[in-house]
C-alpha cells in the first residue's frame, strides 16, 4: 500500500498538523505513506515539495499571495473565510502521486489545487481521498459555513459576497468544483460526526462516500504531567486557579469565537464562588491588549507556542481550558487538552462535540451563551473530584483518538477502495 498525502503546507496550522501525525502513524503501521506540499515552512521536513525548480517555487509563491489577497475586493468583510480558488499548481505528474495507490488530500487552497488540477488528477485514474478539515471542499468557496444552506444546492446568492446572486462567485466556484469531483473517483474523510452530516448534505457530495475518522494525537506527548513542576518551570503561581485559552484576533478568524471568550472571562467576577482574585488566565496564540485591557482577572501572553512539548505543559499546567470556537471541523486544541488531562469548556457546537462531553469531561455551554460558558469554568474550577475529572479526559482522548486506532480506520478505508 503506497499513500501520498497532498497539503497545501508542511505542518503549518491544524490540518497541516493532522497531515504529518496521520503520515507517521501510517508509517509506523507499515504503510509506505509521503506527504507532498505547495510550500514548505522547514527544510529539515522530510516533506517533499510540488515545485522542483526555482521558477516552480517562484510559481508557488506566486499562487500563495494570489489566492490571499485578490479574493479581498470580492467579499463584504474579512471574518468568513474564502477562497478565490483560481490559482493552481498540478501534481498528477509527480512521481509520488503517480506510484501512489491512494491520494490522501488534505487542506489544498490557497493556490495549490484548483479545478484544472483535480481534473488531472481524475485523468491519472487514481482512487481520491480527501479529508474535510474546513467545510471548503464542499461549499462554493467558504471554509466555515455558520448558519448558511446554499451548499446544500449549487451555492450562488452568498452571503459573505458584495454582490451575491444566482451566477455569483460562489456559484461559479461550485460549478468549478461540481465539474471535476464528477470525473473523481473520490471518497471524503470527515474529522467529525458533524462534519460528516454537512457534507453529505450538500450537492457537491452527491453521489461520494462520506465516512468518519477522527485525527489523530500524539498520545505520548501530550499527556498528563507533574502540574506543580510544570507551574514552575513556566513561572505560574502554584497558587492561582489558570484559564488556558488560545487567542485569535484576527479579523479572518471570527469563528474563533473571540469576542465570546472575552466576555465569557468578563463574567467570571460575577460569580460568587470564583475569587477573581486567585483567577488568572493565560493565551497563546497571538496578542491584543485592545481586546483585554478591561479584563477582570490577571492575564499574560505567552506568543505562539510551536514547541509540542512546551505546549503540553501549558496544557498541564493549567486547571481549565476555555475553547469558544463558533464552528470547528474536530477542535485539535480541545484534544490536546483532554489528552493532558485538562478538561474543556466550549461551545455546544460542530465537531466538538465529538471532543468533549459534557459533564464528563468538561462542560458544553450552549453557543453563543458566555453567561453558560462561564458557569461551566466555574464548574471545573470548583468541581468536587479534580482527578477524576482528569481521568475521564485522558481516557477519552486516548481511546478514541489514539495514532494506532486512526491508523487502522485508514487503512480499512483505503483496502476498501
Known amino acids: 500500500m503506497k499513500v501520498v498525502h497532498i497539503n497545501t503546507y508542511d505542518g503549518n496550522g491544524g490540518a497541516g498538523r493532522a497531515v504529518l501525525r496521520l503520515n507517521k502513524a501510517l508509517i509506523d503501521s507499515g504503510v509506505q505513506s509521503s506527504v507532498l506540499c505547495l510550500y514548505r515552512f522547514n527544510p529539515l521536513s522530510n516533506v517533499k515539495t510540488a515545485y522542483t525548480t526555482l521558477p516552480g517555487k517562484i510559481k508557488a509563491v506566486f499562487n500563495i499571495f494570489a489566492e490571499r489577497f485578490l479574493i479581498s475586493p470580492f467579499l463584504k468583510n474579512n471574518e468568513v473565510p474564502f477562497s478565490l480558488q483560481r490559482f493552481g499548481f498540478s501534481v498528477a505528474d509527480d512521481p509520488l502521486v503517480i506510484e501512489a495507490d491512494v491520494v490522501h488530500l488534505h487542506w489544498v487552497n490557497h493556490g495549490f489545487l484548483a479545478g484544472p488540477e483535480l481534473k488531472a488528477l481524475a485523468r491519472i485514474k487514481k482512487k481520491i481521498v480527501w479529508t474535510l478539515h474546513d467545510a471548503n471542499p464542499v461549499t462554493g468557496g467558504c471554509h466555515v459555513r455558520y448558519e448558511c444552506e446554499n451548499h446544500r444546492f449549487s451555492c450562488g446568492n452568498c452571503p459573505v459576497l458584495k454582490n451575491p446572486g444566482p451566477g455569483d462567485l460562489s456559484h461559479r466556484t461550485w460549478k468549478i468544483k461540481k465539474e471535476a469531483y464528477n470525473e473523481l473517483d473520490l471518497t471524503f474523510v470527515a474529522p467529525s460526526k458533524w462534519m460528516k452530516q454537512s457534507a453529505e448534505n450538500g450537492s457537491l457530495s452527491e453521489g461520494k462516500q462520506v465516512v468518519t475518522i477522527f485525527n489523530s494525537l500524539e498520545m505520548d506527548l501530550f499527556k498528563p504531567l507533574d502540574k506543580a513542576e510544570c507551574r514552575k518551570e513556566l513561572g505560574l503561581d502554584p497558587g492561582k486557579q489558570i484559564i488556558l485559552a488560545g ?35 493565560v493565551f497563546f496564540g497571538s496578542q491584543g491588549t485592545e481586546f483585554t485591557e478591561s479584563l477582570p482577572v490577571k492575564f499574560r501572553f505567552t506568543g505562539t507556542i510551536s514547541n509540542d512539548l512546551l505546549l503540553a505543559k501549558y496544557y498541564n499546567a493549567a486547571d481549565v481550558f476555555l475553547m469558544s470556537s463558533l464552528e470547528e471541523s474536530m477542535g485539535y486544541t480541545a484534544l490536546e487538552s483532554l489528552a493532558c488531562g485538562t478538561p474543556v469548556v466550549a461551545f455546544d457546537t460542530s465537531g466538538v462535540k465529538d471532543v468533549v462531553q459534557h459533564e464528563i469531561n468538561g462542560y458544553m455551554a450552549e453557543l453563543y ?30 481511546d478514541n483518538f489514539n495514532p494506532q486506532l486512526v491508523a487502522r480506520q485508514h487503512l480499512t478505508l483505503y483496502h476498501s477502495l
Do not use: C, Y
Open 247 to 281: 487567542f485569535m484576533p484576527s479579523k479572518f478568524s471570527r469563528h474563533k469565537g473571540l469576542p465570546e471568550l472575552i466576555e465569557a472571562i468578563r463574567k467570571l467576577s460575577a460569580i460568587k464562588s470564583l475569587d477573581p482574585a486567585r483567577i488568572e488566565i
Open 369 to 398: 451563551n458566555t453567561d453558560q460558558l462561564a458557569s461551566g469554568i466555574e464548574w471545573v474550577l470548583n468541581h468536587s473530584h479534580p482527578a477524576a475529572l482528569s481521568q475521564n479526559s485522558r481516557n477519552w482522548a486516548h
